[in-house]
C-alpha cells in the first residue's frame, strides 16, 4: 500500500508536469512511439511492457508500438537506442540487468547508460523471493539460514542465469549471512522452477511473478520477500526485513530512458503520463496481481536509484567473484 507521503509526492509531480504534457502534446507526439523492449516476448518484462505501452498510447493519444529485440543482457536493444534520434518516437523500456549490472558484468560495453540515456521514469519493480522445495524441513528464513550453515555446500539455489538477479539475490544472502550454497544456473526459468519443485535443486531466490502460482497451489514454499514491504499477492509472506535482514532488499525495477539529448518538454510530458498511470487504482491492482510494486517518480529520481545500484551491483560482483565478460 502506498504510503500519504508517496501520494502527495506524486500530485506535486503530476501538478508541476501538467503545463509540459500540454504543451508537448501540441508537437509530440505526432507519429508512432518505439518502444524497444531487449526481451523476448515470454519475458516478466513484456507483460509490464505492454501495460506501459497500452497506457501510455491512450493517456498521450498515440501508437506506442513494442520492438522486441532478445539479448540475455540487453545490450543490443539498449545499444540501438543510444543511436538513435532522440526526437521522442524511440524509447527504451528496460530494467535493472541492462541499466546498472550489466556495467559490472562487462569490462567494455557499446555504451554508458547514464551518459548516453535520459531518465524518463521508473515504473515497478518486481522482487526476488526465497521459495524453497516443499519437501525441505525449514518454514522460515531463520530456519533456511540455520540449515545452511549446518550443511555447508550441501544446497542448491537455482537462478535464471549467470549475473541475473536470481542469481545475485543468491549472492548477495551468502554474503549477508555468512553461508555457503552451490549455483545452478539454468538457460531456463521455466526449467529452474520445475526442478526446483521435483526437488533437483532445493531453492530459488526467484522473481516474484513467476512464485505466485506455485506457492498458492502448495507447490514450494515462500520463506522471505526481498523488498521493503510485502506483497499483494504473498501477505503471508514477510519481508527479510522484518526477519533480521534488513539490507537483503533486491529485485528486478523497470524503467522508460531515451537517447541522450531528447527534448525536455518530451521527457517531461512522458514522466506525467507514467506517474499518472501509476496513481489509476486499476493500473494499481494489475500490478499487485502481477507481485510488482509501482514506483514513479522524477527522472532524477530514476539517475539517483541507478548511481545508488551501479555501485550496489559492482560491490557483490567484484566480493562474489562474479566473471567478468
Same mark, same amino acid.
Given at each position: ?151 555447508? #555446500? &550441501? $544446497?542448491?539455489? +537455482?537462478?535464471?542465469? *549467470?549475473?541475473?538477479? %536470481?542469481?545475485? @539475490? ?120 502481477? #507481485? &510488482? $510494486?509501482?514506483? +514513479?517518480?522524477?527522472? *532524477?529520481?530514476?539517475? %539517483?536509484?541507478? @548511481? ?18
Amino acid at each position: 500500500m502506498k504510503t500519504v507521503r508517496q501520494f502527495i509526492g506524486r500530485l506535486f509531480v503530476a501538478l508541476l508536469m501538467a503545463p509540459a504534457l500540454a504543451c508537448a502534446q501540441n508537437v509530440w507526439p505526432r507519429d508512432t512511439v518505439k518502444m524497444i523492449v531487449p526481451a523476448s516476448k515470454t519475458a516478466v518484462s513484456d507483460t509490464l511492457a505492454r501495460l506501459v505501452a497500452e497506457e501510455l498510447s491512450a493517456r498521450l493519444n498515440t501508437p506506442f508500438e513494442l520492438v522486441h529485440m532478445p539479448d540475455p543482457h540487453g545490450i543490443v536493444g539498449t545499444e540501438r537506442v543510444v543511436k538513435a534520434e532522440p526526437d521522442g518516437y524511440t524509447l527504451l523500456f528496460s530494467w535493472a540487468g541492462s541499466l546498472v549490472v550489466s556495467p559490472s558484468l562487462f569490462s567494455a560495453l557499446p555504451f554508458d547508460p547514464e551518459e548516453n540515456l535520459d531518465a524518463i521514469g521508473l515504473i515497478a519493480e518486481v522482487p526476488n523471493v526465497l521459495v524453497v522445495n516443499r519437501k525441505l524441513p525449514v518454514n522460515t528464513l531463520t530456519e533456511f539460514t540455520r540449515y545452511v550453515h549446518t550443511h555447508p #555446500g &550441501a $544446497v542448491n539455489f +537455482g537462478s535464471n542465469g *549467470n549475473g541475473k538477479a %536470481t542469481h545475485l @539475490a543468491g549472492q548477495m544472502y551468502m554474503l549477508a549471512t555468512d553461508t555457503n550454497m552451490v549455483h545452478v544456473s539454468y538457460s531456463s526459468p521455466e526449467m529452474a522452477m520445475s526442478n526446483l519443485v521435483s526437488g533437483q535443486i532445493q531453492s530459488m531466490f526467484q522473481l516474484s511473478t513467476r512464485v505466485i502460482k506455485p506457492v498458492a497451489e502448495g507447490q514450494i514454499k515462500a520463506l522471505g520477500v526481498m523488498a521493503r514491504q510485502r506483497l499483494a499477492a504473498l501477505p503471508d509472506v514477510p519481508t527479510m526485513a522484518e526477519q533480521g535482514y534488513p539490507s537483503l532488499v533486491s529485485g528486478v525495477w523497470f524503467a522508460l530512458s531515451a537517447p541522450q539529448g531528447t527534448p525536455g518538454p518530451v521527457v517531461r510530458a512522458l514522466n506525467a503520463a507514467i506517474n499518472a498511470m501509476l496513481d489509476d487504482p486499476r493500473v494499481q491492482a494489475r500490478l499487485d496481481a502481477l #507481485g &510488482a $510494486v509501482g514506483l +514513479g517518480g522524477s527522472p *532524477n529520481d530514476m539517475d %539517483t536509484r541507478m @548511481a545508488r545500484e551501479l555501485e550496489k551491483w559492482r560491490r557483490i560482483v567484484i566480493t562474489t567473484d562474479i566473471p567478468i565478460h
